[in-house]
Structures are given as C-alpha cells and as structure tokens.
C-alpha cells in the first residue's frame, strides 16, 4: 500500500490503519509473525438517519415547530442528520463502534450498500467505487492486495447482501520432449478469492467473510516420478454480529474470526516427506466492541468506546522442534471519536485510540524435554488522528492525517510515520 501525504487546499485530516492482530509472543519459533490484516474489525456501519424535523412554512413566523416533541428531540435529529451520513475511508480510524459507517465498511458488509447510487475515489489508498440501481443495488469496488489488483462486485436488496472479491496470479508451465515430462506451476503472493454476505437478523446486521489468500509464492512441480509442492496460504472466516439497524444510544459488535496459516512443503522422490514451518497455526479471535455518545448537540458530539479481542494460537507439532505450543492474550482498545459542524459544508473530526495488551500467556514444549512459559502485560501507545469533510450539494470531500506510530500494533513500534488518506464522493 502505498501511503502519500495529500494536503486539501481547504482542508487536511487524518486516518491511522490500524491493523488489528494477534498477540506476539515472546519466546516463539524464529518464524513467528503477526497474523495477517484480515482480522482487524469491520468498520461499523451508521444507525439509520431519522427524517429531519418538519417545520411550519406559514408566513407568520412561529416559535415551535409543528412536529416536535422536545427541544431535545429536535436536537438529536439535527445531529443525525448531520453526523450520521456515508463516510471517507479517512473517518473513524480509531474503530469507534457507535460511528457513522463508511464505504469501507459497507463494502465488507455488503447489504448496507442497498440504496446507494455513488462514485467514490480516493487517491491515496488506490481504492475506487461505483453502486448503482433502483430496486437492487449493484457495486463494484477496484482496490490492491499486496502487488494484486483487487476487484469486488456485489449485489444488495433490502436487508441481504452478497459480493466476490478476487485478485489473481497464477502461471503453468508443461515441457515433454518424449524421454521428460516437466510440469510446473505456481500461484503468487497475494493471490485471492474471497466471498462477502451480509443480512439483518431480528434488528442486528449479520455477516460472513470467507477468504482463501496465498502469503507467499507456490511452486509445483512434476518431473517423472519426482514431485514438489508448497502450500503457503491462509484460510479465513469472520463472522460478526452487530446492533446496527436498531441501537439507539449504545452499539454493539460481536465477532469471531477464524484462520488456518498454513506453511508446508512435500517433496516425492522415491519417498514422501513434509515440512512444516514452526508458525503454522490454527487461531481463534473472538472480539467484542461497544460505543455510545457522552456529549452532543445539533453541532457537536463525542462518542466513546471500547474494543476487547482474545487471540487463541495453537500451532502445529514440528518433529524434532516443537512438540505442544500454544498462546493466548486478551488485548482492548479505548477510543475517543469527536465531531464538530462548522457552517453548512464543513465538520472536522479528530480521534484518539489507546492499545493495551492486558495480558498474554504463551507456552512451548520442545522435544519432550523443554518447556517454556512466557507472560506479558504491556501498553503499546495512543495515536491521534484529525481530519475534515467538505460537503456541498452532492459531492462531498473527506481527508484526514495522523503520526502511524508502529506498523503492527502487537509486534511494537517502528518510530513516527507521517500518513495521509484523501477520497471524495459523487452522491446521486
């Protein structure tokens, strides 16, 4: 992903990708690393915006409008209606839950995409989309994974969605000069296929993501009777239950994400034999995250919120290195969302987010003999993000900058980093 410093004319603002992971531990294989992006939360998707509170056109001038109940109702619909709308990938770069959604989001989301008709751009990520139609929404997203072009298109009705993604790169390769059979063939790194359904369920959003992504280049080959084959991909699966569609001041989000990291390596020649990498692993992250406003008027809100995950590792045995290895860690995540509307086009917004590893425990028994346990409590940093939005009619303008503190937010930090996110949208 290319990160570039984009500056507004009008306005600047921030986003820190915060890429949501499993814990590290300590004393692992040489080869451990973080798990891969896939697992940080979805964006929230926004509660629904009431209809703005209707007043009297009477050319007498009156000094309640004609359906209110209270000042405090008119207030909270006026901040809605204001907040609350289709947001840039530069806002809510903190995860808060109880935020307004953004196109991000939606896309991972898919049936929160139904009613769109929009063209949304943004530069700095390379990220571009389309929704169009009438009684369904149709969408394609054009995005990178890695080096990879990714293409999402998807489909949305009223209260179900569902959408591919896919980004490939494969080759094959046969020789045979009448003695030799040579076949090859290989998969690169980033190559992917992945499926995005979404429904609402009882007044909660529910979805599911399934991914099959190569973490590095696969090499086959055939020649004769002697074999080779790499398997070197990640499994995914997330499923995530929200209160979306029907909170009002507090909102919720469970999920669970599952994956399979696989590093193996089997070659014939005359006998069968396999290597395993010492990080394959299976892991289990559940994750709660809940949010709700603490202060907020018709021109300013705050919202705060707190994000929990629990990752559970259980690696693979590894003959003559590992034998039992297993982790677990309980990381959470307390975030601060503001917002100001200044004028008729313009709101800024700032958030801060703080990343606290409250505890890990990770153990390793090598070759029956050698057991090490290993235990960490850790606070890794804040980040602070501002950003603004320009609206005028139905183009909109959003962008946001932040100091990036670390690269992964459970492996450590890596000094300051300066990034930027730009995107605007035409609204039809």
């Not at 394959?280 to 707190?306: M, T, Y």
Request: glycine fraction near 10%; include cysteine; hydrophobic fraction near 40%.
């Amino acid at each position: 992903m290319n990160i570039k410093l984009i500056s507004l004319s009008a306005a600047i603002a921030v986003s820190a990708a915060f890429a949501q992971d499993e814990f590290a531990a300590q004393p692992a294989p040489a080869e451990q690393t973080a798990a891969p992006d896939a697992y940080a939360a979805p964006a929230p998707a926004p509660a629904p915006a009431p209809a703005p509170v209707v007043y009297s056109s009477s050319s007498v001038q009156m000094t309640m409008p004609v359906f209110s109940s209270s000042s405090a109702d008119q207030a909270q619909a006026g901040e809605k209606s204001r907040f609350d709308v289709l947001r840039g990938n530069a806002y809510n770069s903190v995860g808060n839950q109880a935020a307004a959604s953004t196109i991000g989001g939606n896309m991972v989301s898919p049936h929160n995409m139904y009613g769109s008709k929009l063209v949304y751009l943004e530069p700095t990520l390379e990220t571009g989309v389309v929704a169009f139609g009438t009684a369904r929404t149709y969408f394609l997203g054009f995005d990178n994974n890695g080096d990879l072009g990714l293409l999402q298109a998807g489909i949305a009705s009223n209260g179900f969605g569902i959408a591919v993604r896919a980004g490939l790169d494969k080759s094959w390769y046969t020789y045979d000069n009448g003695n030799t059979d040579d076949e090859r063939s290989q998969v690169g790194e980033f190559d992917l296929i992945g499926l995005d359904l979404s429904t609402i369920v009882g007044g909660v959003d529910f979805t599911v993501n399934v991914a099959w992504e190569t973490t590095d280049d696969e090499n086959h080959q055939e020649i004769g009777s002697n074999e080779s084959n790499e398997s070197f991909w990640d499994l995914t699966a997330k499923a995530t239950f929200t209160n979306t569609p029907s909170g009002k001041d507090v909102f919720w989000g469970f999920s669970v994400a599952f994956l399979r990291h696989n590093l193996t390596t089997e070659t014939k020649a005359g006998k069968k034999r396999t290597a395993t990498s010492a990080n394959s692993r299976l892991q289990l992250v559940p994750e709660f995250d809940i949010g709700g406003k603490v202060l907020g008027n018709d021109k300013a809100r705050v919202l705060l919120g707190l994000n929990t995950w629990v990752p559970v590792m259980m690696f693979d045995k590894v003959k003559d290195v590992s034998e039992d290895h297993i982790g677990v860690g309980v990381y959470t995540a307390p975030n601060i969302l503001a917002e100001l509307a200044l004028g008729n086009c313009w709101t800024v917004f700032g958030g801060a987010r703080h990343t606290w590893k409250a505890f890990s425990l990770e153990t390793l028994t090598e070759n029956d003999k050698y057991e090490t346990t290993a235990m960490n409590i850790h606070t890794y940093g804040t980040t602070v993000s501002t950003g603004a939005r320009f609206q005028y009619s139905n183009f909109a303008l959003e962008a946001s900058v932040s100091d990036n503190m670390y690269t992964n937010p459970l492996t450590g930090f890596n000094g300051g980093n300066m990034i930027a996110n730009f995107g605007g949208f035409i609204l039809f």
